[in-house]
């Protein structure tokens, strides 16, 4: 079967660096997506990797291993407004998009 | 502005009473899905559709029905809905099949509740 697995729930403090881990098991491997969801709206597109290595977007990067299943989001310098839910994506060999069940990250002053 | 559009926001009915949830892009998208989110079990995919009249059954399909008869606009029809439909559904659409440029682009959200 397919699964993606990633932390529940994380917190962080104001100006620090937190990391959400993704793990996957899918049929085939046709990229990898993060996104960004605040309570009551809808998801937003943070960064794509295909290929190993890490993709540096601003204060967010995000890490690809295809080896091991495994990529993470490396989110730098917190503010409060990152407060949301991320939420990793991986597209197999069909065309779906699946989800894990995201990760509900808390910003603290 | 490029945006994705869903009708309605939010919506209660009764078990039974069939109900449409539209969705319109006006970016010219290929690709087009939908999906719902319910507490714990994250966003899973319930139709999709690559093109104007192809469409695909996601993970979830069973009680709904969509049609793609043009580009811009894939609804989403429940028949008969029954309470365990009650969810968050998101409308999505992407430019075109594979790279960064699949990302997708999420409607805001309709919140339905059946009774």
């Known amino acids: 079967g397919q699964n993606i697995d990633q932390p529940t729930e994380m917190t962080a403090t104001e100006g620090a660096i937190v990391q959400i881990n993704c793990t996957y098991q899918?049929?085939?491997?046709?990229?990898l997506f993060w996104y960004q969801q605040h309570a009551g709206e809808a998801p937003t597109f943070l960064s794509y990797?295909?290929?190993?290595g890490l993709e540096e977007k601003g204060r967010f990067s995000s890490f690809l291993s295809r080896s091991k299943g495994y990529s993470y989001l490396l989110l730098k310098e917190l503010q409060m407004k990152d407060s949301a839910s991320y939420l990793c994506?991986?597209?197999?060999?069909?065309?779906?998009?699946?989800f894990g069940t995201g990760t509900r990250l808390q910003v603290f002053p | 502005e490029a945006q994705v559009t869903q009708n309605p926001r939010y919506l209660i009915t009764v078990t039974g009473k069939k109900l449409t949830v539209t969705c319109s892009q006006n970016?010219?998208?290929?690709?087009m899905s939908w999906y719902r989110q319910d507490p714990g079990l994250g966003l899973r995919q319930i139709y999709y559709?690559?093109?104007?009249?192809?469409?695909d059954k996601g993970d979830v399909p069973e009680g709904y029905k969509v049609s793609r008869k043009e580009k811009r606009n894939f609804p989403l029809i429940l028949e008969s809905p029954s309470p365990n439909q009650t969810s968050l559904y998101f409308c999505?659409?992407?430019?075109?099949?594979?790279?960064?440029?699949?990302?997708?682009?999420f409607g805001p959200g309709t919140r339905l509740t059946v009774l």
């Open positions: 999505a659409s992407s430019p075109d099949r594979g790279g960064s440029t699949d990302t997708q682009y």
């Open positions: 990797n295909v290929l190993d």
């Open positions: 899918t049929s085939g491997f046709n990229g």
């Open positions: 970016m010219n998208h290929e690709y």
């Open positions: 559709s690559m093109n104007v009249e192809v469409t």
């Open positions: 994506a991986v597209r197999g060999n069909t065309d779906k998009l699946i």
